[in-house]
């Protein structure tokens, strides 16, 4: 018999996950958003089945939902859903940034029909809404799960079968070890990231030309200080359990640098800085992670109508698709390098031998 899967919140993360779903012929996919417009698109660009016109509605003829709303959102939702008389027993979940708030409120649930699976697809974008959700959003990527007091077996297992088609690796953690683990590598590092960016704000006024420098390695250190401000905000103040004492370390961390260079200590400062490449280097980058990880190839390119044309072209004759391009530098009168993206090794080694064929100088860096 057909699951009815209830999906709110349809922006980037629930219009992805729904599209997944919609590629099992055994469910039936409701959705409801809160704004009118994102419903009608998702029905229209067949991102779900249906709408239905509130979430209580959709609750009521769901054997599973899917919370996809800020996690602030969500909190008040299981809240809601704890009050409402559920027909039967309904596996709900979540895909939420941080998790011990969640789970915390989803421990405390009294309603004996639902059961709670916390949920977090580790993939996304720095866009938002439902036009930016796509099927293939968290193709090799991590699904972490985390089941909680009102978690079976079955309830884990179930999930893992009806999240299949998002072609994603999927891993129990519990709440505790998720939210420092994201602390360290996606939450804090969104924080300096988008202190940097002040930084240069600042400095703009004293030179307003050092903003058309900001390229290479200040626009990768800062490009997730592009994402969705209101996300990151409740995302930020959800975990700052572990962000505060990050910021805590990270300042002792900032004075010993300020003293080692101050003391003009080389060795020291070499070490500091060798140790990091070390650890960044070992880093799985080609791999599956939190950061989608693509493959790179740079190309050298002419400052000429048509270079950058004359590459895609060259790529789409032999069938390979690129998932981004970038131009990362191009000067009048010298070379530029162009970085594209695929999404596999394969795509990026044809490109570099199609490429070369074609009297193009190109490297691949990580
Ligand atoms: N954007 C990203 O890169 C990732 C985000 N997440 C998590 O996914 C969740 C959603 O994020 P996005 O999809 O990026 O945001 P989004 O802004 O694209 O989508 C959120 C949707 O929730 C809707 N919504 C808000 N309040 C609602 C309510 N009371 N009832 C019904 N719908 C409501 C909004 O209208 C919007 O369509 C967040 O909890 C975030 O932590 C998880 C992984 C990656
Ligand atoms: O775009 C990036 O680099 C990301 O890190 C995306 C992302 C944002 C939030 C998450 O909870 C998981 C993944």
């Keep these: ?34 704004n009118e417009h994102s419903m009608e698109f998702a029905v229209q660009n067949g991102i779900i089945h249906e709408k239905v016109q509130s979430f209580q509605e959709g609750a009521s003829q769901a054997d599973v939902i899917v ?149 290479g390695g200040f626009r990768d250190v800062t490009r997730i200080a592009s994402s969705h401000p209101s996300m990151w905000n409740d995302i930020l103040l959800q975990n700052k359990e572990t962000v505060v004492p990050l910021l805590t370390d990270w300042i002792d961390e900032m004075q010993h640098l300020k003293e080692l260079l101050e003391a003009e200590d080389d060795v020291a400062l070499h070490t500091y800085l060798n140790d990091a490449k070390q650890f960044r280097d070992g880093l799985p980058i080609k791999k599956k992670g939190a950061i989608p990880s693509f493959y790179d190839v740079y190309v050298d390119i002419q400052d000429q109508p048509g270079a950058i044309s004359e590459v895609t072209h060259i790529l789409a004759q032999s069938s390979i698709s690129i998932v981004n391009i970038e131009i990362l530098e191009i000067r009048e009168g010298i070379t530029g390098a162009l970085r594209l993206s695929f999404q596999t090794e394969r795509d990026q080694k044809r490109t570099q031998l199609v490429l070369s064929r074609n009297g193009y100088e190109t490297t691949i860096a990580n």
Excluded at 1 to 29: C, D, E, P, R
Excluded at 138 to 156: I, M, T, W
């Design 67 to 215: 919370l996809a709303t800020p996690v602030s959102v969500c909190i008040q939702l299981l809240n809601e859903l704890d009050q409402m008389e559920l027909p039967s027993s309904v596996l709900v979940t979540d895909v939420s940034s941080v998790k011990k708030p969640i789970m915390e409120a989803a421990n405390h649930l009294s309603n004996p029909h639902i059961r709670f699976v916390g949920g977090h697809p580790m993939a996304g974008s720095h866009k938002h809404g439902v036009e930016a959700a796509r099927a293939h959003l968290f193709e090799n990527a991590f699904y972490l799960l985390v089941p909680g007091r009102l978690s079976r077996e079955q309830d884990v297992a179930l999930l893992k079968e009806l999240l299949e088609y998002t072609y994603s690796y999927m891993v129990t953690v519990n709440e505790e070890e998720h939210d420092k683990m994201m602390g360290v590598i996606s939450h804090f590092p969104h924080l300096i990231a988008s202190s940097l960016v002040h930084q240069a704000r600042n400095w703009h006024n004293t030179y307003p030309f050092m903003h058309e420098l900001a390229a």
């Design 1 to 34: 018999m057909k699951k009815t899967i209830l999906v709110t919140g349809l922006g980037l993360i629930g219009g992805s996950v729904a599209l997944s779903l919609m590629k099992n012929n055994h469910v039936q996919v409701l959705g409801f958003d809160q």
